[in-house]
């Protein structure tokens, strides 16, 4: 049987052009601004205690599948 990768080839092959940002926080931080006027998610902030998983996640689901006001 013969292996299904091939062991002879370098392994730090470079495929793209892609380059990583100069300043990474600087462009986390306008990635995250961006998402948030994007979709900002329908949960209102705060702790939460429910008595089981089931019952959080369907809290959760009710909350992600409702209608928002417009």
Do not use: C
Request: proline share 9%; hydrophobic share 35%; net charge positive.
């Amino acid at each position: 049987m013969e292996p299904i990768i091939n062991l002879d080839d370098p392994v730090g092959k470079t495929v793209g052009q892609r380059k990583a940002p100069r300043d990474a926080l600087s462009y986390a931080w306008g990635l995250q601004r961006a998402l948030n006027q994007i979709a900002p998610l329908p949960i209102p902030r705060g702790v939460y205690r429910f008595r089981s998983h089931e019952e959080a996640d369907q809290w959760l689901m009710d909350r992600l599948t409702r209608k928002r006001a417009s």
